[in-house]
């Protein structure tokens, strides 16, 4: 009996049952820290970019691209609450004054910067 090509490039089959299945295995990929905006952008990709998520699967590029995210996020996360801080005027004299008052517009700093993040990094 021929080869098939797949059996001339070394490829190899099993048996189950009445079927001869390849055996076939996905490259390994490199594993990285996934924090809380790379698991936003999987959670995004697998619910609203089917497409792009099965490529970037199948291709092994997933965690590199999740690791991407996730740095990019985080590096523009830290750097708009640092200048909206700034615009602000939350500085450590207020903290020192007022704590209460710091946290307010610390979060809401934190929770307008988090909103612009997903909007330009993760939900993208």
């Known amino acids: 009996m021929a080869k098939t090509i797949f059996e001339e490039v070394g490829g190899t089959y099993r048996i189950v049952g009445d079927y001869c ?3 076939l295995t996905l490259p390994t990929e490199e594993e990285h820290q ?3 905006w790379g698991q936003r952008r999987l959670r995004y990709l ?3 970019r089917k497409v792009l998520y099965y490529n970037l699967f199948t291709s092994s590029k997933l965690h590199s691209h999740l690791a991407d995210v996730e740095e990019q996020a985080q590096e ?3 750097w708009l609450v640092k200048e909206y801080a700034e615009k602000e005027g939350v ?3 207020l903290k020192v004054d ?3 008052k710091w ?3 610390m979060n809401n700093i934190r929770k307008l910067t988090a909103e612009v993040v997903n909007a330009d990094v993760v939900f993208v």
């Open 98 to 100: 007022n704590q209460m």
């Open 91 to 93: 500085a450590e004299q």
């Open 46 to 48: 697998k619910h609203h």
């Open 103 to 105: 946290v307010r517009k």
């Open 34 to 36: 996934i924090g809380v």
């Open 76 to 78: 523009l996360f830290l």
């Open 21 to 23: 299945l390849p055996n």
